[in-house]
DNA sequence: TTTATTTGGCGTAAAAATACGTCAAATAGT
DNA sequence: ACTATTTGACGTATTTTTACGCCAAATAAA
């Protein structure tokens, strides 16, 4: 049995962290950014904004994704990523301006 | 000569990035909320209160330095660490409410 | 049905972060 | 002068992160 791994900080000390964490690379910071501009939810050609191969963008997008601040969704062979409001207003509770812009009108809706 | 390193991505991202970096670890969010409690700059017992091995809180005392976000005086054998108004103003700019209350009176004074 | 696109998944190399142990210097206390 | 404290510095083992290349599945296009 996989230990539980006792948590050595609190819980929300943790979290935050965690949410930190994810928007510690610029690669992130510039995906949230774009997205936040494509007020349509935009597929995975993130690629042609990042300047870094498609393998490692992708993995800044699960990194994201993990973070719950973006979600996908599929349509034929392409993929929707958008923002994801229950991560984003997490950051907006914590009152990161840098952010604050980040609304994706279509997204959470059903379009993506 | 070392090359000086193109950068992939604009400065603000890569500056914010840094300073989401260094908030993307539980103990260094830990050692800022206590500095910032402690309105009288306190010392380097920072390791009483994170669950962490001294030279590793040391190692994390020095990103958070490293990011601008705290700074050291000597006394005798012992070190006062503080929250450095320069890093955390940035903080502050974000609109990083949790950090908010960090303001640490006796800092940025002559007393640390 | 072939062929091209778009992705996710897998493996992996290199670099960075994390967590310590040990040691040595500075200084405070006896 | 000797000893104990408090630190920073150094080395190092592990783990994570970062960055890719390659392959395979799904679907769109020819």
Do not use: W
């Not at 900080?9 to 950014?33: T, W």
């Not at 904004?49 to 699960?62: M, W």
């Not at 991560?87 to 993506?112: H, M, P, R």
């Amino acid at each position: 049995m996989p230990q539980a791994k006792t948590n050595l900080f609190e819980d929300d000390l943790q979290e935050l962290s965690q949410l930190f964490k994810a928007l510690g690379h610029p690669a992130r910071l510039q995906i949230l950014k774009f997205l936040s501009k494509q007020n349509t939810c935009f597929s995975g050609d993130i690629n042609d904004i990042v300047p870094l191969g498609r393998t490692t963008v992708n993995q800044h997008i699960a990194e994201l994704k993990k973070a719950g601040l973006i979600k996908s969704s599929t349509q034929g062979t392409k993929t929707n990523y958008c923002l994801n409001n229950d991560g984003i207003s997490k950051l907006n509770q914590l009152g990161i301006s840098f952010l604050s812009e980040i609304q994706c009108s279509s997204c959470n809706t059903n379009e993506c």
